[in-house]
Nanobody
Framework: QVQLVESGGGLVQAGGSLRLSCAASGRTFSRSHMGWFRQAPGKEREFVAALLWYGPSYYSDSVKGRFTISRDNVKSTVYLQMNSLETEDTAVYYC???????????????????WGQGTQVTVSS
């Protein structure tokens, strides 16, 4: 069983930055695809970014150029660096992992097996 624990959320002003972390348990992290999703109040969960274990990364159009997903396999941690934050980025951010991802299904929540509990990100104007 893999556990994912997010941290790093908080309150930030528009234009600021935050870095989210997701620490994973389990011995197969280095071969696990990882992703970030978010859910704003009253909205459906949406894809933010994904990083396949062998390298390719993907981003939603709304965060491309502002957010960066990365990983540290020694620490079994995946990160989401968020720059130039906008009020529209306010949401609970979830880390997800596992599953058989490819270039065609990385954006689907159903493609992932494990989920974290979420961390709140609030961007004020």
């Amino acid at each position: 069983q893999v556990q994912l624990v997010e941290s790093g959320g908080g309150l930030v002003q528009a234009g600021g930055s935050l870095r989210l972390s997701c620490a994973a348990s389990g011995r197969t992290f280095s071969r696990s695809h990882m992703g970030w999703f978010r859910q704003a109040p009253g909205k459906e969960r949406e894809f933010v970014a994904a990083l396949l274990w062998y390298g390719p990364s993907y981003y939603s159009d709304s965060v491309k150029g502002r957010f960066t997903i990365s990983r540290d396999n020694v620490k079994s941690t995946v990160y989401l660096q968020m720059n130039s934050l906008e009020t529209e980025d306010t949401a609970v951010y979830y880390c997800a992992g596992g599953g058989l991802l490819s270039g065609s299904n990385y954006h689907l929540g159903s493609s992932y097996v494990y989920w974290g509990q979420g961390t709140q990100v609030t961007v004020s104007s």
